[in-house]
Every structure is written in C-alpha cells, then in structure tokens.
Nanobody, 122 residues
C-alpha cells in the first residue's frame, strides 16, 4: 500500500501564496505521475497540475502562470506552489499518484491523499 499525506493548506487573502506538499510512503516500488486535483463545493473534482516521473508538467488553463508543480523523487514528494491566488481557487486540494508496490511491482494503482483545504478570501 501507498499512503499520501498532504500539508500546507490554509486561509490566505487574494493575491497571496501557499505551498502544498504531498509525501508518499509505504511499500513503494515505483511512482509514475504525481498530480494535484481540487474540488470546490458543488463542483466536480478537476485536475490542477501533473508531473511525470521525468518531470514533464501539465497545468489546467486556469492556473497556468500562477501555479508551479515540482517533485523530489528521492523523497517521493510532490509540491504545488500557488501564487497570485484568487477566490475561485478555493477548494479542497487532493494529491494523487499512480504507483506500484513491492507486493505487486507489475501493476499500477491509483492512490489519493485525504485532501487539504485552501481558502482564498477576497
């Protein structure tokens, strides 16, 4: 099994910054993509940013130029630097990864963190 623990959420004023972290632990054999999703009240969960094992990144149009995703493969950790935050960025942010474990190294599974609340006040 793989556990994802997120941190760094909170309350910030519009225009401010936050940095989210997500550390993966457990019986990890390999980690492929690491992503950040978010879900606002009454809305569907949406992909915010993703980063491949080779550090190729992808962003939702709504956050391009404001958010930066990065990862530390040695620490199995992914980060999301969020700048110029807007009230519409308010949501629960979830970390996701596709990984294999030592118990099943040939099969990739999806894992999710518990979510961290980000609230941006106007």
């Amino acid at each position: 099994q793989v556990q994802l623990v997120e941190s760094g959420g909170g309350l910030v004023q519009a225009g401010g910054s936050l940095r989210l972290s997500c550390a993966a632990s457990g019986s990890i054999f390999s980690i492929n993509v690491m992503d950040w999703y978010r879900q606002a009240p009454g809305k569907q969960r949406e992909l915010v940013a993703s980063i491949s094992s080779g550090s190729v990144t992808n962003y939702a149009d709504s956050v391009k130029g404001r958010f930066t995703i990065s990862r530390d493969n040695a620490k199995n950790t992914v980060y999301l630097q969020m700048n110029s935050l807007k009230p519409e960025d308010t949501a629960v942010y979830y970390c996701h990864t596709a990984a294999t474990t030592w118990g099943s190294p040939g099969r990739e599974y999806d894992y999710w963190g518990q979510g961290t609340q980000v609230t941006v006040s106007s």
